[in-house]
Every structure is written in structure tokens, then in C-alpha cells.
């Protein structure tokens, strides 16, 4: 049994697409109401980080539910809210983060990052400063300022008179950039761009530079070049910009390290978690700033002027620290990362050479795969083909998930799928994984 509009009361996401019926699921796999089994490889939306049907987080979850589900951040704090923080704050430390907020969605954290970045600046004394800096191609959420500070034309088409103006630079991305050499010349073009950027808007005009620390959806997983962080760090530290770092997606345990500026010694001002958090099980995102901040706004404005009804919700807590005992106990990020790293090599080794893929990249349990006209020329094939999505379809109907996007070639061409299964998959699961995408891809007809 699927469901198709206008058939039940379900708001439905397309109008005209399938929707097969969950009925449950176990660690990769999905199982809807006809008994036929999915293998999730990519988690949903790059979410479910520790696998569906997950007792532990289940029974840390509906304990703390038995006990307080509720209590308004603005009046209180839990036990559960305490040790979450506590439990985010320790792995924060080493890149200097120490207060932890919660919320319900990564849209609403980015939101609130802004809005603490934005704050911070007028509570310092610099009122000026009233410009975002943001990549293109990328993504911060679909909340309307998230949107605006999203590089995704083809999302913005319809809300542009609602819209904040941003200002933009390119984002790293190695299969289609100018330079020859993407590691070793790619910061230099990037950087060279974002120089002419502050020099055109003078940097004291802008208070934040958000980012995603590696990419997701929107240029297929691809991460900077190694030196990227810190040339673009000591550029906003000389002008006194402050660095948001969006892991919604690549943080959380995803990249292979549990947040991804991890990889390259950044720092960030501030951090958003979201997604893989909880591992879908509540939705709950975070905000992570450092204590010298919150210092500042104590003294000027009093307070982060900010809140919503789910700020701090112990059920939210008990969800997130659910899932950081999970990976604390069983040693996760460790103990995976053998497995991860033989995603990404079978990726690299089996999936790339297939005539319809341009490109594989990825960093720990995330990777993404382009999809091209031509292999020689990367030229993609025109939208109105749709490849991206007759591709996740045709694997959806073979019992793979992937999660596509598209545009990311020229702001309208460009289809790649997402792969991310939980973080605690086995070998044998990658083997099916890169064998069952190989099998789609062979049966796929362009
Ligand atoms: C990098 C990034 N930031 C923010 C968001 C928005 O998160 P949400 O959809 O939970 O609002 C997403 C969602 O895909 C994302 O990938």
C-alpha cells in the first residue's frame, strides 16, 4: 500500500510521487506496510546516524519522558538539559565552545546563530556591522533568512521579495573550479575572492561569515582544501567577522570526527548541530557558543535576545544525550572508523569508474556522487531531464534510498546523490551499500 495525493490528510511534500508506508525499521534497513525492505543509505535526510529501531537511545529517551517532557527554557533548566550540555561542551572543548542551547530544527539553530553573531557585534559596539557573508553552492535551511543566507537560486525563486540581501562568495568545490589543482591551489582562488569581497564592502560592515564546515547536498559532499580554514580564520579574525560553522549536517559524528572543523584545526565563533544529533529519533538542533561572548552581552544587553517554546525542552536534551552516550559508550567514532574509511575507498574504487558518474567524494560516513552527461567534458545533463531525480527513484523502487540534489554545476544543471548510512554500520553493510548502488546505477536508463 502507497499513498498518492489526494488520497488521506497528509500536507504531501510532491503532489504527484508515491509515498510507500513505513511500518518500521532496524539499524540500515526500512520495512514499509507490503513487508519490502529498503536498505537507508543515506539515513532519511543525513540524519539517522545510529540506526533505526536503536534501543538504547529508545529507553534513554522514554526515561527522561517518564519523569519531565517539558519545562520552559525561559523559567527553567533540567538535570538532562545540564548533562547534555556538559556532554557537548566536553567534546566542544578543544575548539573553544563551551554554552550549548538547544532547539528543535537546524533551520531554527542557524536563525538563532545569526542572530547571536549579529548581537555580539552591536554588544561590542559595532552597530555597523549589518552584512552576512555565505557560499554558493549552499544550504543553511528553509526558514526565511536561513534561505537568504542559502546559495540555492532555485529554492529562493519563489519567496526573492521576502528575502534578506546576503552577500556571497564561491564555495569550495573540487570537481568544477577553475584551478588545476584543487588541493593545492583552490585556497588561493577562494581566498583571493573573498579578499576582494571585504575590500569592496569594507570588512567593518560585516558581522558573520556562515559556512558549512564540509559541504552537504549542495556541491556533493565536497570538503575544502586543508589550508582553506585557516587562510579564511585569519582573514575574518584581521577584520573581526565572526565564523559561523553550519554542521547541521557534516557534524554530529557524520564526517568521522564528531564535529567536522575537527579536520582542520578550525575554530569557530560559533557551531549549529541539527540532523544526525539524535539520530532522528526527536527533532533537536544546537547552538554552541563560547562563554567570553555570553560575557560580553551580560554586561551590554543583559541577555541573548533570542528564544523559542522549545528552548532547552528536557525531551530535546534527553534525545540529544541519548545518542552522545551512545557514541561515548561504544566508542563510535573509533570504532567505525575502519568501516567508514572502506566507504569510502569501495566508493571511490567501484562507483566512481561507472560511465554516469562524474565524481565520488566524501570525508568519513558522508559522500557524494555527481552524475554527468560526459565523463570528459563534466558537462551535466540539461534539468529538464531530471537525472537526479529518476535516479533516487528507479534506486528507491531497486530498495536503496539516496537523497538527491541538483543545480550545483551552473545554478541549474547538476544532479548528484547523497550517500550517509549510520555511523555505526559494519563492513558487511558498506559491501551491500557499494553493491546494491553499483546495481542501480547499471540498471538506471538515462
Ligand atoms: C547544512 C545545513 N544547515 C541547515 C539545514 C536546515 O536544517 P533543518 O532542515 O533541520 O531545518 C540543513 C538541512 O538540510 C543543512 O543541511
Redesign the pocket.
Known sequence: MSITYPAGHVLLRSLTKNYPVISHGKGIELFDQDGKRYLDACGG???VTLGHGNEELVQGIAQQLSRVAYVNGMQFTSRIMEECADNLAKKAAPLGLDRVALL???????EAAIKFARQLCVDRGEPKRTKLITRTP??????LY?LSA?GRPHYKKLYGPLLSEVLTVSCPYGYRNPVKDYESQGTDHYIAELEQLLQKEGGDTIFAFIF?TI????TGAWAPPQDYFQRVSDLCKKHGILMIA?????GSGRSGKFFASEHFGLKPDIL?L??GLNSGYM?V?ALLVQQKDLDTMKRSSGYFMHAQTYLQAPCMAAAALAALTYIDRNNTLTSGASAASALQQQLRRKIAEHPLVGSVTGTGWLAGVELVKNKETKAPFARAEKVAERFVAHAQDTGIIFWPNVGQANGTDGDLFMIGPPINSSTAVVEELTHRTLQALDSFAV
Open positions: 535526510a543525513l540524519v528543535s530544527s537546524g533551520s531554527e539553530a542557524v549552499g544550504y543553511h535551511g528553509n526558514t536561513a542559502s558549512e559541504s552537504g547536498s549542495s553550519d554542521e547541521v549536517l557534516c549549529v541539527g540532523k527533532p538542533s
